[in-house]
C-alpha cells in the first residue's frame, strides 16, 4: 500500500499535534504541582518566620513587664505589671499554639 503525499503529511501534521497535546499536559500539570510547592514553602517558611517574630516580641514585653514590676514599689502597680506580663505571655503561647 503506497501513501500519497496528502496522507503522508497528514499523518506527520497528526503526530506533531499529538506530542504538542502532550507537552502541552505536561506542562499544566508540573505548573500545578510548583504552585503547590511554592505555597508549602511560604506556609512552612515565611509563616514561621511570622509567628517567631510574634513570640519574640511578646516575649521581650513580658520580660519588660516583669522588670518594671520588680522595680515598682507600689503594690497595686506591682500586681498590675505582673498581670501584663502574663497576658503577653499568653499572647506569645497563643501565637506558638497557632503556627503548629
Same mark, same amino acid.
Given at each position: 500500500? @503506497?501513501? #500519497?503525499?496528502?496522507? @503522508? *503529511? *497528514?499523518?506527520? %501534521? ?11 499536559? *505536561?506542562?499544566?500539570? #508540573? ?8 505555597? &508549602?514553602? =511560604? !506556609? ?12 519574640? &516580641? ?5 520580660? #519588660? !513587664?516583669? @522588670? #518594671?514590676? %520588680? ?9 498590675? *505589671?505582673?498581670? &501584663?506580663?502574663? !497576658? !503577653?505571655?499568653?499572647?506569645? &503561647?497563643?501565637?506558638?499554639?497557632? =503556627?503548629?
Amino acid at each position: 500500500m @503506497k501513501l #500519497r503525499i496528502r496522507e @503522508k *503529511l *497528514l499523518g506527520g %501534521f497528526a503526530i506533531v499535534l499529538l506530542l504538542l497535546a502532550a507537552i502541552a499536559i *505536561l506542562s499544566v500539570t #508540573r505548573l500545578n504541582q510548583s504552585a503547590d510547592r511554592t505555597q &508549602q514553602l =511560604y !506556609e512552612d517558611n515565611a509563616l514561621g518566620i511570622q509567628a517567631a517574630l510574634t513570640i519574640n &516580641q511578646n516575649m521581650i514585653a513580658s520580660a #519588660r !513587664e516583669e @522588670k #518594671r514590676a %520588680f522595680l515598682a514599689s507600689d503594690d497595686a502597680a506591682r500586681d498590675a *505589671l505582673v498581670e &501584663q506580663s502574663r !497576658e !503577653e505571655m499568653e499572647v506569645a &503561647q497563643a501565637a506558638l499554639a497557632a =503556627y503548629e
